[in-house]
């Protein structure tokens, strides 16, 4: 069988395409080395820390509590006019 996909007798319009493919390089590495780009990293960027997500957590759940309550009020508003 001839595969004539890219040949110039199978394309009746005239133009041709072009593929481009690249190798897919895969790199590997130790546990050792793994832990030490781990380290790295999180050294550069500190973690939060538990009481700023609490704070953070805290001011959501009231932020949303208030905004229930503002929909709730509109509707019963809404439903009185």
């Known amino acids: 069988m001839v595969d004539k996909r890219n040949s110039r007798e199978a394309s009746t319009s ?26 790295r990293l999180f050294g550069m960027h500190p973690r939060r820390k538990y009481f700023y997500e609490v704070c953070r957590h805290f001011v959501d759940r009231i932020f949303s509590f208030i905004v229930r309550i503002y929909i709730r009020l509109a509707k019963i508003r809404r439903e009185e006019n």
């Open 14 to 39: 005239g133009t041709q395409l072009t593929v481009i493919s690249w190798k897919d390089e895969r790199w590997s590495a130790d546990k050792e080395t793994l832990d030490a780009i781990n380290k």
